[in-house]
């Protein structure tokens, strides 16, 4: 505790008077800022400037508690008449600028910002400040514009190319974000996060093998970043090079190992290996360090369905459901886990309640048909997509879906005109609904009236 404290403290107890300096002031109010004792700041500020009425420092440090305490107009006031004493201090400016913004005035905080700039010391800072209230105005491109500024300042502003980032992402802008990097490592190429954003721009883009040529030179400038070395295990498994991807992960975690999506995707990338093995160990991992982990149980579920154990995999799936209950992927993949261990109800439910998520899904509806069908549930199966082509009249998929359960069913009449309906809305379906049920390949009656209906 700093010795001005422990005095300040005594002669408070014992109701002595007290009596600092404007330093010695200023230090036991940041003490008790620091100490998260906002009221004891703010009585100590009120009482220094009561002894030091015309101390500019100390009317400033008490403006700024007392909008903390949401008392702005009174911060105001003060600030006022720190301006009137001093008309060009940089700090009125910025503290009545923050002020602003925290009362949503944001024009008003974009004025006061800036009357700072022009002889400010770190200009770069306020652009991205005022960057900041244009983003909370809406206006997107006055904030690339300022940000741009702050950049043209200084290029290695971090703060103002991860704000430029997330703009650009916001507002889907790919290529004027490539077009922003590149010009920002035309001006700093050892900027390691211009390079990085250039790679997430090439990725946003899809353009992978861009994005790890452009992360491989963040990683030349900075081995040490960690979001490159993710997002570079992230590419390489968009571009099927999952042992690779595995390495770089690996890379992420060795920097930190607190990130559960990290061991997630590790996971992931050895069940796309068929490494189920592995791949349930990484799962785990994740879930120790995140137990709401949706997607990392799920994961575990899959792997156990794909080695023969849906017993397991249904007690993971339950855990998935507990954390995100509408999510109809899980949904689906419960009803399938059911359907494969006899549980047929069960199935259902799980099917029911995926529908009642997403009605608007047709992978859905089609998926749950199909899994009728399959274990011969074909009266339910006709139901179901019967309801599915109610409730997404407009979707020619569903009348081809339609169709194929009528005809799988034995129902050939009415299979035929949904099918030369089907035919008449979109003339291309046909062949996207004999791959999805590839039985209707053999099935006599509906080759005969595709090959009628094709030109």
């Known amino acids: 505790m700093p010795w001005q404290v422990d005095k300040y403290e005594k002669l408070i107890n014992n109701k002595q008077p007290v009596y600092f300096d404007v330093d010695d002031f200023e230090e036991i109010i940041d003490h008790y800022l620091f100490q998260g004792s906002y009221q004891e700041s703010l009585q100590v500020a009120d009482y220094a400037c009561g002894v030091h009425p015309s101390s500019i420092p100390l009317i400033l440090k008490k403006a700024q508690l007392l909008a903390t305490f949401n008392k702005e107009e009174r911060a105001l006031e003060l600030l006022s008449t720190v301006e009137n004493l001093e008309p060009g201090n940089q700090d009125v400016f910025l503290t009545k600028g923050a002020i602003f913004s925290q009362m949503r005035d944001y024009e008003q905080a974009?004025?006061?910002?800036?009357?700072?700039?022009?002889?400010?010391?770190?200009p770069d800072?306020?652009?991205?400040?005022?960057?900041?209230?244009?983003e909370n105005l809406g206006s997107f491109d006055k904030t690339l514009e300022?940000?741009?500024k702050a950049l043209e300042v200084n290029p290695?502003?971090?703060?103002?190319?991860?704000?430029?980032?997330?703009?650009?992402?916001?507002?889907s802008l790919t290529e004027e974000g490539i077009t922003f990097f590149q010009r920002l490592i035309d001006r700093n190429p050892y900027s390691t996060e211009a390079w990085f954003n250039l790679g997430v721009s090439y990725i946003n883009a899809g353009l992978y093998e861009k994005a790890l040529e452009a992360l491989e030179y963040s990683l030349a400038i900075n081995y040490e970043h960690e979001h490159s070395w993710f997002h570079k295990g992230y590419t390489l498994s968009l571009l099927n090079r999952h042992n690779e991807a595995i390495g770089a992960y690996k890379e992420s975690i060795a920097i930190d190992e607190t990130d559960a999506m990290k061991h997630y995707y590790i996971g992931e990338c050895h069940e796309k290996l068929d490494d189920y093995y592995h791949a349930r160990q990484w799962y785990l991992k994740s879930v120790q360090i995140d137990p709401d982990m949706a997607d990392a149980w799920v994961g575990m579920a899959v792997c156990e369905n794909e080695t023969?154990?849906?017993?397991?995999?249904?007690?993971?799936?339950?855990?998935?459901?507990?954390?995100?209950?509408?999510?109809?992927?899980?949904?689906?993949?419960m009803a399938n886990t059911c359907f494969s261990m006899g549980e047929h109800q069960k199935a259902v439910d799980a099917y029911e309640k995926a529908i009642e998520s997403d009605p608007g899904d047709e992978e859905t509806w089609f998926e749950y048909a199909e899994a009728l069908l399959k274990v011969n549930k074909q009266e339910l199966a006709q139901e179901v997509m019967s309801r599915g082509l109610e409730t997404l009249p407009d979707h020619s998929n569903m009348l081809y879906g339609m169709a194929a359960v009528l005809f799988l069913s034995g129902k050939t009449t009415n299979g035929t005109f949904c099918l030369e309906e089907a035919c008449n809305k979109n003339p291309e379906g046909l062949g996207n609904i004999m791959t999805r049920f590839p039985k209707l390949a053999g099935n006599h009656s509906f080759m005969e009236v595709a090959d009628r209906l094709i030109p």
């Open 125 to 134: 800072y306020l652009y991205c400040s005022i960057a900041i209230e244009y």
């Open 156 to 171: 290695d502003n971090d703060l103002a190319i991860y704000e430029a980032a997330y703009c650009f992402d916001l507002l």
């Open 308 to 333: 023969g154990s849906p017993e397991e995999a249904v007690k993971y799936l339950e855990k998935g459901l507990t954390i995100d209950p509408d999510n109809v992927n899980y949904l689906c993949l």
């Open 146 to 148: 300022y940000l741009g």
């Open 110 to 122: 974009i004025a006061e910002y800036n009357k700072a700039v022009y002889d400010s010391d770190e």
